[in-house]
């Protein structure tokens, strides 16, 4: 009998994540700020789409035309599903890389990404996915890829091997993966237990494989348990993208591009002598530990002249995208965590606060106006900007004419997974036009906007919706680590967050379109 799977999991399928540096949309500030022309994105592609939350998000909140397949036939029709119900046109398939590389009905593509799955198929599988992407990506077309790196992952290669062959060998046949899992982790924590010099010579180990203890078991059998798991350097990268005319651009993480928070001036010194990008690449990976990429690869990357990158960079639309009061002025980098200058950080907040998409121009323009001490520059504007899209409380924006042809898209897709909510807190996003993709939409949130939809006017009334539906379901709430056991309790924690949402995010979600 043939193996479709060839060595992946796939008898437990992936979580619903959403991953923003998949949307086309940001590469444009990052390109931009690397001083390299971006492309005009009408056609994409994403190679192994999970759920296919991510595709469809940004299908139904953009114009782009999107192509995709996932091998895995539960994940593939799930995916197919929220197409359906947005009808935003996504062209999904259940093909193995091969199949879908060789279809003959695909266009060439501007754009082509894959989140992750480059570290966990074979060698086969990636010739397969360099040839399809130097034949059917465009010339100047952006390529994005993330996946796990070296030096980050070397002191946890034999520990991985170590869980995947207990799963393998000494887990009970017919008890699955998940079983087998807990199974592998418990003989691990024993082997820690036991001291041996492995641990000693990698004192963090420990408290690693506590935190993969924690860990959802859907994602874990997907990022340690398949049967190919090859961390891989940047270097070859390099090589494997190379054959395809492709050169790295820049990181998609936009955190990335702040070396005072990852690097120290000694580190920064010592990179600032490597002529060769790649090899600074490799360098700065030892000094910040990376133990996962998320990069930019441009087919023919061409330059801006400098006046071209600042009229560029000043026309790029931002919006903020969670409760200006849940913006914290801090940063976590490699370093540590660090404050964030309140004279230059509050300012912009402020002026993003009533979450209205805004130029840099816009806002240079506009805190020039109202500085009432020293002037912030268009080049910290820039930095705190990359800060907060690198921190989730900013995201790109796309105009307001594409913004409009996508609004009816993505009420659609929406209203459908806010059903799903009733039954379900797997599904923690929703879509937005404004920023052509997903932003979070925790279960409870979800529900309060239905209710609304339905015809519930006040909070308590949304309260109470939720709680029928969960009582409905033998459900209950939880608090401080406590399952609450009576209706009065529960109605009084959900007429509490019902509150809360009216309040503090529902203004932000009308803004962004969501509700």
């Known amino acids: 009998m043939t193996d479709w799977t060839a060595g992946y999991v796939a008898d437990i399928t992936y979580t619903y994540g959403y991953y923003p540096e998949l949307n086309p949309l940001r590469l444009r500030l990052a390109l931009l700020h690397e001083g390299l022309v971006p492309p005009q994105v009408g056609t994409a592609c994403e190679l192994g789409f999970g759920q296919g939350m991510s595709i469809n998000l940004h299908a139904a909140g953009s114009a782009v035309q999107w192509y995709g397949t996932d091998f895995n036939p539960a994940q593939a029709g799930f995916a197919q599903e929220l197409a359906a119900a947005s009808g935003a046109g996504a062209k999904l398939y259940d093909d193995a890389f091969a199949d879908f590389a060789n279809r003959a009905d695909l266009p060439d593509f501007d754009y082509i990404g894959l989140h992750g799955i480059w570290s966990w198929i074979s060698d086969d599988n990636r010739r397969v996915i360099v040839d399809f992407i130097r034949r059917k990506l465009k010339v100047g077309g952006v390529l994005y890829i993330s996946y796990n790196t070296q030096p980050g992952w070397a002191a946890m290669v034999p520990l991985r091997e170590l869980l995947t062959e207990h799963a393998r060998v000494l887990g009970a046949d017919g008890v699955g993966i998940v079983s087998r899992i807990d199974a592998a982790l418990h003989f691990a924590e024993q082997l820690l237990a036991a001291n041996p010099a492995y641990a000693r010579a990698n004192p963090q180990i420990a408290e690693r494989l506590k935190r993969i203890k924690e860990q959802n078991r859907h994602y874990l059998a997907h ?5 190919d798991w090859h961390p891989m350097s940047v270097a070859r990268m390099g090589e494997w993208l190379g054959s395809a005319k492709l ?19 000694e580190q920064q010194r010592l990179l600032a002598t490597i002529p060769d990008p790649m090899v600074r690449q490799l360098v700065r990976d030892f000094c910040v530990n990376q133990q996962f990429r998320r990069d930019y690869w441009v087919k023919g ?7 071209e990158q600042m009229e560029a960079l000043r026309d790029e639309r931002v919006v903020l995208v969670q409760p200006r009061a849940d913006v914290a002025l801090k940063v976590t980098g490699s370093l540590g965590e660090a404050a964030l200058q309140e004279a230059i950080y509050t300012p912009i ?6 979450h209205k998409p805004k130029t840099l121009g816009q806002l240079e323009t506009a805190l020039q106006a109202s500085a009432s001490g020293q002037a912030i520059t268009f080049g910290q504007l ?37 059903l799903k909510s009733r039954g379900s807190s797997d599904i923690g996003y929703l879509a937005s036009p404004v920023t052509a993709g997903g932003v979070g939409a925790p279960r409870f949130h979800q529900l ?15 309260a109470n919706f939720v709680w029928q539906l969960l009582a409905a379901q033998g459900q209950r709430l939880i608090k401080e680590g406590q399952a609450l056991q009576t209706p009065e309790e529960n109605l ?8 809360t949402f009216a309040e503090k995010h529902l203004p932000l979600w009308k803004a962004l379109q969501v509700a």
Not at 448 to 462: I, M, N
Request: glycine share 4%; proline share 3%; aromatic share 6%.
């Open 448 to 462: 309060f906007v239905l209710a609304k939809q339905q015809g519930h006017k006040t909070p308590p009334d949304w």
């Open 492 to 499: 009084a924690e959900l007429s509490t967050q019902a509150q």
């Open 301 to 307: 990357a061409r330059r801006l002249s400098a006046l």
């Open 349 to 354: 907040l402020d002026q993003l606060a009533d």
């Open 223 to 227: 990022e340690y348990f398949n049967r």
């Open 247 to 265: 050169t790295w651009a820049c990181s998609a993480n936009t955190l990335d591009a702040i070396d005072a928070i990852h690097l120290s001036a």
């Open 382 to 418: 820039l930095q705190a900007v990359l800060v907060l899209m690198g921190n989730g409380a900013l995201a790109p924006a796309q105009d307001e004419a594409h913004s409009a042809k996508a609004k009816k898209v993505t009420e659609r897709l929406n209203a459908h997974l806010m």
